[in-house]
């Protein structure tokens, strides 16, 4: 059993972007973007698109009860609903790690949003929370989710095959991680909490879809 839940910054904000953690206000934008079949294919892993399925998603993400969750909506200047979310999961105490999720409306990929994103909520979850490790994962076919972490400084650790049910291929997965020693570092070398170096090489046209 859990001590404490999750403890949530009230916003959190990058260059282009705030996070503050969903409500259920915001549950007609995030059905509108988990029912699109195209966000929802690499939200779960290996799961068929169904409006059910989208709903349940949904309503997880909103269910602020459990203690080893927290889920940021993504807001950006102009619009009054989030444009998607990034995650902490599978949060346990003692070890001091979790795992990372995000997702994004496909009307804002390509816009190096999620990497952003991504790299602001790890500022937090290092400096803030101060956790000792988070893991992510994508589909090895994900090539822009990948470069989502990638870009910040997440380090490829392994491959597995996730079997699904009835006859479907298995599906190949990839596991990214990051410890608070090697955040450090990257933080002395001059990376920014937003996925970018003190050149300005960013990842405009690196965006994923990645929540488990």
């Not at 779960?44 to 409006?51: A, I, N």
């Not at 949060?91 to 994103?117: C, P, V």
């Not at 076919?141 to 990948?146: D, G, L, P, Y």
Request: charged share 25%.
């Amino acid at each position: 059993m859990f001590a404490e839940k999750f403890r949530f910054s009230p916003e959190l904000t990058g260059e282009r972007l705030a996070l503050r953690q969903v409500e259920k206000k915001d549950a007609p934008a995030l059905l509108g973007i988990l029912s699109d079949p195209q966000v929802m294919k690499y939200v779960t892993q290996g799961s068929l698109f169904s409006f059910g399925r989208s709903r349940r998603v949904a309503a997880e993400l909103l269910n602020d009860s459990r203690p080893d969750s927290m889920h940021y909506g993504i807001w950006i200047p102009g619009t009054n609903v989030p444009v998607g979310v990034v995650s902490l999961q599978n949060w346990r105490q003692e070890q001091k790690d979790a795992m990372i999720g995000y997702m994004l409306d496909r009307k804002f990929w390509q816009q190096g949003l999620a990497t952003e994103a991504v790299g602001v909520l790890l500022q937090y979850v290092f400096a803030g929370l101060l956790l000792h490790r988070v893991e992510g994962r994508c589909h090895a076919v994900n090539t822009a989710s990948e470069r989502v972490m990638q870009k910040n400084g997440m380090v490829l650790e392994r491959t597995f095959s996730h079997k699904r049910m009835f006859f479907a291929a298995p599906l190949e997965m990839k596991i990214y991680s990051l410890t608070n020693l090697q955040y450090q570092a990257l933080q002395d070398k001059g990376m920014t909490s937003d996925g970018k170096d003190l050149k300005g090489d960013s990842a405009q046209q690196s965006e994923g879809r990645n929540m488990v």
